[in-house]
């Protein structure tokens, strides 16, 4: 399973973007990224997830590079809400095995 | 629909004695996961069971923990004899694979486990 690194920790202004980065380098061909956040005490939850193409939805936008060696999660307009711990995993496609990292701790400040 | 139940919510325990958690996933996910996490660490996948077989529990602690998943669908996870360190809290997670689907996690609520 490929690993991923992700920043311990970010700040963003309410109202802003948050850009939450991820690095993926030995993702092979058939693994999927996926991200989930963490609000305290609580499970994790479903973001989004992408495979080559750029995707988005309700919640968030995921770029991922050409080489698909890094991804960026994007949140259009953070809010208050939106602080949490985000994970970045990658996933193959056959397995459905799901590996956290230590994830990012997102604070969106007033 | 009803989501991951799990209980209880929280035990406190002394150590060298025995805990057990249950988990009831979604109607219909065939795959259902035994995660830890401990206070400032991600979640740490225990054991992943594909309907009652066993997928991976290559990080579960063998010589206390122990899981099942009778007749693939409830789930009971079971620590014996507890230690300090496995305090943490233990959720369980299934998902519904299969083309179409986005194979996502749902996440019951957790439970919380005191070892004193």
């Known amino acids: 399973d490929a690993k991923t690194t992700q920043p311990p920790s970010m700040d963003c202004a309410e109202g802003r973007a948050a850009n939450l980065p991820c690095n993926h380098s030995?993702?092979?061909?058939?693994?999927?990224v996926y991200w989930y956040r963490q609000i305290h005490s609580q499970g994790p939850q479903y973001i989004i997830h992408?495979?080559?193409n750029n995707e988005t939805n309700e919640m968030a936008s995921l770029i991922i590079t050409e080489d698909r060696k890094s991804s960026t999660l994007i949140l259009p307009h953070a809010t208050l809400r939106d602080t949490a711990v985000y994970y970045c995993?990658?996933?193959?496609?056959?397995?459905?095995?799901?590996?956290f990292g230590t994830g990012t701790r997102l604070k969106v400040l007033a | 629909e009803a989501g991951v139940a799990q209980s209880p919510r929280y035990k406190i325990i002394e150590k060298r004695q025995s805990v057990a958690f249950w988990c009831n996933p979604i109607?219909?996910?065939?795959?259902l996961y035994w995660y830890q996490q401990i206070l400032g660490q991600g979640p740490k996948l225990l054991i992943q069971?594909?309907?009652?077989?066993?997928?991976?529990d290559s990080q579960l602690p063998k010589d206390r923990f122990s899981a099942e998943r009778l007749k693939g669908v409830d789930s009971t996870l079971k620590i014996q004899p507890a230690k300090l360190e496995d305090s943490a809290v233990y959720l369980c997670?299934?998902?519904?694979?299969?083309?179409?689907?986005?194979?996502?996690?749902?996440f019951g609520e957790g439970s919380r486990l005191t070892v004193l």
């Open positions: 069971f594909q309907n009652n077989g066993v997928v991976d």
């Open positions: 030995t993702i092979s061909g058939n693994e999927y």
């Open positions: 992408g495979l080559k």
């Open positions: 109607s219909g996910h065939a795959t």
């Open positions: 995993i990658v996933r193959g496609s056959g397995t459905y095995k799901y590996i």
């Open positions: 997670a299934s998902s519904l694979e299969g083309t179409g689907n986005t194979g996502e996690l749902f």
